[in-house]
């Protein structure tokens, strides 16, 4: 039994997995704000390695260009959280892995950084893939403490990736 995470993310990223090992495809995860949870949470079940190739942490902006190539400027424009970049990093991510899909996640965990335009709780997932359209969805889970912000980016990264395969 882990420690780390809830039994119910436990348990859905350990049918995530087996539906892109069924698939035969493999993932690779640019998170900011998450930190490497989600990496975190795919390595928690046992056979992950055969669909988890990597995980990047791209906490900061110069690991956003460097690691991923997200553009400097598109990060000057939009803000590092933001939907242009989310879908940047999770592009990005595909381009650099020998990987056909892509998770990426931005946003601004608190307690502070945040702004009225982009409070704490803000959060851009993207889900890129070999094939088809790279998928971008915004959510606000509002200030109920970092901890919860990065379990509920989990959530719905794992739930946007159940998209992306349909």
């Known amino acids: 039994m882990s420690i780390l995470f809830p039994r119910e993310l436990l348990n859905d990223a350990g049918a995530l997995l087996g539906e892109l090992q069924m698939r035969s495809l493999r993932v690779v995860t640019a998170e900011s704000c998450t930190g490497g949870l989600l990496a975190g949470l795919?390595?928690?079940?046992?056979?992950?390695?055969a669909t988890l190739e990597r995980g990047l942490v791209t906490y900061s902006n110069a690991a956003k260009i460097t690691l991923l190539g997200v553009d400097a400027g598109l990060i000057e424009r939009a803000g590092a959280v933001s939907a242009d970049v989310a879908r940047a990093m999770a592009e990005g991510a595909l381009r650099h892995a020998p990987v056909e899909v892509a998770?990426?996640?931005?946003?601004?965990?608190?307690p502070d950084g945040g702004t009225a335009a982009k409070p704490v709780g803000l959060v851009y997932l993207a889900v890129a893939r070999k094939a088809g359209a790279t998928r971008v969805r915004e959510c606000r889970?509002?200030?109920?403490?970092?901890?919860?912000?990065?379990?509920?980016?989990?959530?719905?990264?794992l739930a946007l990736v159940r998209e992306a395969l349909t």
């Open 42 to 49: 795919l390595t928690e079940i046992p056979g992950a390695s």
């Open 141 to 157: 889970f509002g200030d109920n403490g970092r901890s919860e912000i990065r379990l509920a980016s989990l959530r719905a990264a």
């Open 103 to 110: 998770i990426a996640i931005t946003g601004i965990a608190g």
